[in-house]
């Protein structure tokens, strides 16, 4: 079975940092593209970045773009997202989301920037 | 940058009937290889979307055949034959023909 899991969410002050990592099993990474999108409480979903097979193609919305980093570790068969210089409207949950036979989503990590 | 508009953003509908949710973007969404990245999702209360309809009218694996897709060059419509109470919750369209890819603002499904 296809899936992806999400970790690394959590409370972090504004101008701070987070690591996000996505463990895909059942399909390799390497092989399809792989993206991040939020989801701000109570809001719609938003694009974050997206990846392509091989990571040599990286695309970032605009507001995150400068401070949010995808990236992949195929020996781990894993995304992540570092994040930094995090703002208060960064505040969201974070789905991964591996685009090989379908489109599979994990159940999202929570980041929460506030003081 | 490609806006997605979707009406109505709320549906309230009675168990059996149609429903029709309508999303227009704001360019046209056939890429290069003359396929239109239009797709469909549906997200339940407190569950992670999951996507229904691909390439505009594709249905993807384990979805009911009474959903179904159509559409084409700004214009996209996802009707549902018969609603069932499972299929409360928000749909969205996303384009995925252009960086960035977009979701619709979504419309919220309930039940009359």
């Known amino acids: 079975e296809e899936q992806v899991v999400e970790s690394g969410g959590g409370l972090v002050q504004p101008g701070g940092s987070l690591r996000l990592s996505c463990a895909a099993s059942g399909f390799t990474i390497h092989n399809f593209w792989m993206s991040w999108v939020r989801q701000a409480p109570g809001e719609g979903l938003e694009w974050v970045a997206h990846?392509?097979?091989?990571?040599?193609?990286?695309y970032y919305v605009d507001s995150v773009r400068g401070r949010f980093t995808i990236s992949g570790d195929n020996a781990k068969n894993s995304l992540y997202l570092e994040m930094n210089s995090l703002r208060a409207e960064d505040t969201a949950m974070y789905y991964c989301?591996?685009?090989?036979?379908?489109?599979?989503w994990g159940q999202g990590t929570l980041v929460t920037v506030s003081s | 940058d490609v806006v997605m508009t979707q009406s109505p953003l709320s549906l309230p509908v009675t168990l059996g009937q149609p429903a029709s949710i309508s999303c227009r973007s704001s360019?046209?969404?056939?890429?290069?290889?003359?396929?239109?990245?239009l797709d469909w999702f549906h997200q339940r209360p407190g569950q992670s979307p999951r996507r229904l309809i691909y390439e505009v009218s594709k249905r993807d694996s384990g979805v009911p055949d009474r959903f179904s897709g159509s559409g084409s060059g700004t214009d996209f419509t996802l009707k549902i034959n018969g609603v069932e109470a499972e299929d409360v919750g928000v749909y969205y369209c996303m384009q995925r023909t252009r960086w960035p890819h977009a979701f619709g603002q979504g419309t919220k499904l309930e039940i009359k």
């Open positions: 989301i591996g685009w090989s036979s379908g489109s599979i």
């Open positions: 990846i392509n097979p091989g990571g040599s193609e990286k």
């Open positions: 360019q046209g969404l056939v890429n290069s290889a003359g396929n239109t990245l």
